[in-house]
T-cell receptor
Framework: SQQGEEDPQALSIQEGENATMNCSYKTSINNLQWYRQNSGRGLVHLILIRSNEREKHSGRLRVTLDTSKKSSSLLITASRAADTASYFCATAGTFGNEKLTFGTGTRLTIIP | KAGVTQTPRYLIKTRGQQVTLSCSPI?????VSWYQQTPGQGLQFLFE???????NKGNFPGRFSGRQFSNSRSEMNVSTLELGDSALYLC???????????????FGAGSRLTVL
């Protein structure tokens, strides 16, 4: 079963706007990662946030993590057409459950 | 350096046949993980190999198997194919492997299998 659930399942915004995606998970984690996938190709790693971190930035990406609520959000600022893709959160558990488990994904469409 | 290479990229098989997919990891990476991606189930973990040993296995039937060679290249095999095995099969490599606490995966482009 999926560890993470993304919300919303699909999101369409105008180019230049900000996009926010949320991820909820069920069990304790070591770290949480976000990946992007373009049109059924391989996934590309975007950012990793550890369980003892609350916020992390990378370029136009901002990730927050709230372990008390078992949730994370990914914010993409000043969106571009090239950001059109599916975005997945993935969680690495603890102590024997470390394999990365992926969420259901958010399909983001940027309208030029 | 070269990325993760998966072959073949596309293949069509019929029910009952078997298939072998190949994955060449990034040079120096010792861990190879396999995932199955379908519209209905999303990304499901199949197994991970590290230094030729299966280190972790997902909840798939025994028809799904894999192996890793001494050069870290990996293959996965699906026997007695079923219609539900149609999927994108993704291979990912990492240096320290899953369970290291810094398990960022580098994915290949995938092998799209269609079972008729």
């Amino acid at each position: 079963s999926q560890q993470g659930e993304e919300d919303p399942q699909a999101l369409s915004i105008q180019e230049g706007e900000n996009a926010t995606m949320n991820c909820s998970y069920k069990t304790s984690i070591n770290n949480l990662q976000w990946y992007r996938q373009n049109s059924g190709r391989g996934l590309v790693h975007l950012i990793l946030i550890r369980s003892n971190e609350r916020e992390k930035h990378s370029g136009r990406l901002r990730v927050t993590l709230d372990t008390s609520k078992k949730s994370s959000s990914l914010l993409i600022t000043a969106s571009r057409a090239a950001d059109t893709a599916s975005y997945f959160c993935a969680t690495a558990g603890t102590f024997g459950n470390e394999k990365l488990t992926f969420g259901t994904g958010t399909r983001l469409t940027i309208i030029p | 350096k070269a990325g993760v290479t998966q072959t073949p990229r596309y293949l069509i098989k019929t029910r009952g046949q078997q298939v072998t997919l190949s994955c060449s990891p990034i040079s120096g990476h010792r861990s190879v993980s396999w995932y199955q991606q379908t519209p209905g189930q999303g990304l499901q973990f199949l197994f991970e190999y590290f230094s030729e040993t299966q280190r972790n296995k997902g909840n798939f039937p025994g028809r799904f198997s894999g192996r890793q060679f001494s050069n870290s290249r990996s293959e996965m095999n699906v026997s007695t194919l079923e219609l539900g095995d149609s999927a994108l099969y993704l291979c990912a490599s990492s240096f320290l492997g899953q369970g290291s606490g810094a398990n960022v995966l580098t994915f290949g482009a995938g092998s799209r299998l269609t079972v008729l």
